[in-house]
Structure formats: structure tokens, C-alpha cells
């Protein structure tokens, strides 16, 4: 886990969250977890991370794609650096 992320519990468990939803194909929790990892991000990311919260009631497949996408980039983002969100 990168500094930020021990910085900020409750980041790394919203992107594990968001990591489960999709592997357990649960629409809801992955709609509720992206909105609330929204704000927390910088512009870019935010955007993304709202659209999948749009999108994973009507198109779960490419929601989860997109979080895989979403969570990658912050991932590396904060691999040991100490970038904002």
C-alpha cells in the first residue's frame, strides 16, 4: 500500500470494495462505492469514477471495465508517491 493510501484507510478500502463488487457482479455496491471514491479524486479521475456510478445499474460489463481502468491509474498514481488525489 502506497503512503497516500496509508494516509487514507478508507481510500484503500473503497478501491477493495469497488474490487469485489465487480468480481461478485453486484451492481449496487459498485454504483455506491464509485460515487463515494468521486469526490476524493482529482477532476480527471472523478469523472470517471462517476460515470461508472451511472453506469453499473444498466451496463455492469463496461462499469467493471472501467473501474478496472479507474483503479489502476490511481493505484500507480500513489505508487510511492505522494501525488494529491
Do not use: K
Amino acid at each position: 500500500m502506497s503512503s497516500a493510501m496509508r494516509r487514507d484507510p478508507e481510500l484503500w478500502q473503497l478501491l477493495h470494495a469497488g474490487d469485489w463488487a465487480c468480481a461478485h457482479g453486484d451492481e449496487e455496491a459498485l454504483s455506491r462505492v464509485a460515487r463515494a471514491l468521486a469526490p476524493r479524486l482529482n477532476p480527471v479521475l472523478s469523472t470517471l469514477a462517476e460515470r461508472v456510478g451511472r453506469l453499473a445499474a444498466s451496463d455492469l460489463p463496461t462499469a467493471s471495465a472501467l473501474w478496472g481502468h479507474v483503479a489502476e491509474l490511481l493505484r500507480a498514481s500513489h505508487a510511492g508517491s505522494s501525488l494529491s488525489l
